[in-house]
């Protein structure tokens, strides 16, 4: 008989229960949370009458939209608590009148909540506006709330504009979405727009420990932060892990533990991602594949895993550009110890080289037939490049080794002053390793007593002086650059000319390739850094249209020369068609001075 009444109890306990973001749905404004800059706005809006016929709600799931719309609709309503009075609308509404309870139950009349994903077509909306033109049954206002409203079709919208523009003053309209970028402008321009922003991770942490203890739960602070990272600022989403999170215990006195979190969640362990990513920095790849390999056997996703480490990459980088941040009491204490000590260690190169190393391999990730291999090919790839020296640290093993290489040459004075004299020639060079001379010696004879100091043939550099547009062009022509050559020739128009800086108009030809290939080309050429700008501006006419100006101009000079136009009258038919230059021979000249009969 007990075992009898106790599975009654317990199915009338499931049937009654609510999940946590139905039962704890604001019901005023003033129970709302991470929204203070709209609540005080429409706070103002109704205590000052000035009330707007229509409101555009936008934000990303799960951060109030649609309770918003219900408590606004709710406070329009309003009658307060003995049903009779009619102050006008409020924004603390009784939640206990008629109209709140009929409008926090969805049966009211007169406040009609429709889903625009399924109803998207003019016909609705035809029916929509038809019902606008009459007074509500029994509430102050009519008050139409339109669910992702970005889901109605163009008509539909073109449907609406004229009522949504001048609607009677008995309606409210009250739209919510999460793509507001497909809504179209003319709608936008006739509504008044609040944009919910996403609720910080320390408000819901500090949020869901308070729901927590009303439901008789305890949870460690460490698990609730991981429960309000997971949510990714949408309460609703917390809400619902929370409540998964509680049915972890059977028993109501036992505490919900980070462990249990993550095994819930399908996280790492944060610790074990500090040990992945320190193992990684000192290039030992082994030790990181082990940890990998036991976050992947309890049950961690690969995907997941390199998240983690990128999460650890901006922790650190965060640490070295304020190292105040590791003084929030929100943060975790593994975060705190474990991140000022890689963050000391390591330089900002490598933490930004990391950052960039992971993203791309996040995506491989996520693309690869086999999610396991590419994680650990990501993490193989990031150890070997831990160990490699930063850009500025290669550029000074090369300027070392430039200086390294010195030849210096050593002639004794002779005992009567002439006869052969030998000569120690040394040169430091480096060795396999980076390091280290090795000594050569040879003898010359027939010098000169006296000190000389030879230093080692140094690399020619071949900085070229462009004086103008067109050198560029003849530059890249002379090095075989010919999709260069032929993009300044052809399509560049010179805007400014001046050493170091290019502005020319390349059009739709100026890609990004081709721009940066241009930059590269005038740095090797010229030993100096150069700006290259893309402008707008119509700039001259191209090198090809300037050398077809100047042909046309040399024909028509020699066209117009009298022994030309001689040729030309005895033959009719004949035409200058191209000219040729003739190189002037000074040396035939000369003997055409001294000898006048050759």
């Known amino acids: 008989m007990t075992d009898n009444n106790s599975t009654t109890s317990t199915e009338e306990t499931a049937a009654q229960y609510r999940v946590l973001a139905r039962k704890y749905r604001p019901a005023t404004f003033s ?60 924004v603390e509404p009784c939640g206990v009148c008629e109209h709140c309870v009929g409008i926090a139950e969805d049966r009211h009349v007169d406040v009609l909540e429709m889903d625009a994903a399924s109803r ?41 504009l004229k009522t949504l523009e001048e609607p009677p003053e008995h309606v409210k309209f009250i739209f ?68 998964q999170a509680i049915s972890h215990t059977t028993d109501s006195g036992d505490t919900i533990t980070e462990d249990q979190i993550r095994e819930m969640l399908g996280l790492a362990d944060r610790s074990q991602s500090f040990d992945t990513f320190d193992a990684l920095m000192k290039g030992d790849a082994a030790a990181a594949l082990d940890v990998f390999a036991a976050q ?67 995506t491989e990730v996520r693309h690869a037939p086999s999610a396991v291999q590419a994680a650990e090919m990501v993490l193989i790839r990031l150890a070997h490049a831990s160990t490699l020296p930063s850009p500025e640290e290669a550029l000074k093993a090369l300027s070392d080794d430039a200086a390294a290489q010195t030849t210096t040459t050593t002639v004794p004075s002779g005992g ?69 050559a032929a993009f300044l020739g052809h399509n560049a128009r010179l805007v400014k000319f001046e050493p170091g800086r290019l502005e020319i108009n390349g059009g739709e030809f100026a890609d990004e390739v081709t721009m940066r290939r241009l930059r590269m080309f005038l740095q090797e050429q010229s030993g100096m850094e150069w700006v290259i700008i893309n402008s707008t501006e119509a700039g001259a006419a191209t090198l090809v249209e300037v050398q077809a100006g100047d042909i046309k101009a040399a024909l028509d000079k020699a066209t117009a020369h009298p022994l030309v ?27 055409n001075e001294d000898d006048p009969t050759e």
């Open 416 to 484: 009567n002053g002439g006869g052969a004299s030998a000569v120690s020639n040394t040169t430091a060079q480096p060795t396999g390793n980076g390091g280290g001379a090795q000594a050569a010696l040879s003898v010359v004879s027939n010098i000169e007593p006296e000190q000389i100091a030879v230093q080692a043939d140094e690399p020619e550099t071949t900085a070229f002086v462009f004086t103008d547009f067109a050198h560029i062009a003849e530059r890249a022509t002379q090095c075989r650059e010919g999709k260069l």
């Open 176 to 243: 919510a979405t999460t793509e507001i970028r497909k809504v179209p402008v003319t709608v936008l321009s006739r509504c008044q727009r609040f944009d919910l922003r996403r609720v910080e991770v320390d408000v819901l942490a500090t949020y869901f420990n308070e729901l927590a203890t009303k439901e008789g739960a305890t949870v460690d602070d460490t698990a609730i932060q991981l429960i309000a990272r997971a949510a990714d600022g949408s309460v609703r989403d917390g809400l619902s892990l929370l409540d």
């Open 296 to 362: 992947y056997t309890s049950g961690a996703d690969p995907a997941q895993i390199i998240e983690d480490l990128l999460g650890v990459t901006h922790w650190l980088t965060r640490l070295k550009v304020s190292p105040a941040v590791a003084d929030d009491v929100a943060v975790p204490e593994i975060e705190r110890v474990r991140g000022k000590q890689l963050s000391s260690d390591l330089g900002m190169a490598a933490v930004t080289r990391a950052w960039q190393m992971l993203l791309k391999g996040l």
């Open 565 to 591: 136009q001689a040729v030309l009258e005895t033959f009719p038919d004949a035409s200058v068609e191209s000219i040729e230059r003739i190189e002037h021979n000074e040396h035939v000249e000369q003997n």
């Open 31 to 90: 129970e709302m949370i991470g929204q203070e800059a709209m609540v005080r706005v429409l706070t103002n809006a109704v205590s000052s009458g000035r009330l707007a016929h229509a409101f555009m709600l936008t934000g990303v799931r799960g951060v109030g939209k649609t309770t918003t719309a219900r408590v606004l609709a709710r406070g329009l309503n309003c009658i307060g608590p003995d049903g009779t009075a009619d102050f006008g609308p409020t």
């Open 120 to 160: 998207t077509g003019v016909d609705d909306m035809r029916e929509l506006i038809e019902g606008v033109r009459y007074r509500p049954t029994s509430a102050r206002y009519k008050v139409y709330i339109i669910d992702e409203v970005h889901m109605l079709s163009k008509s539909a919208f073109n449907a609406l």
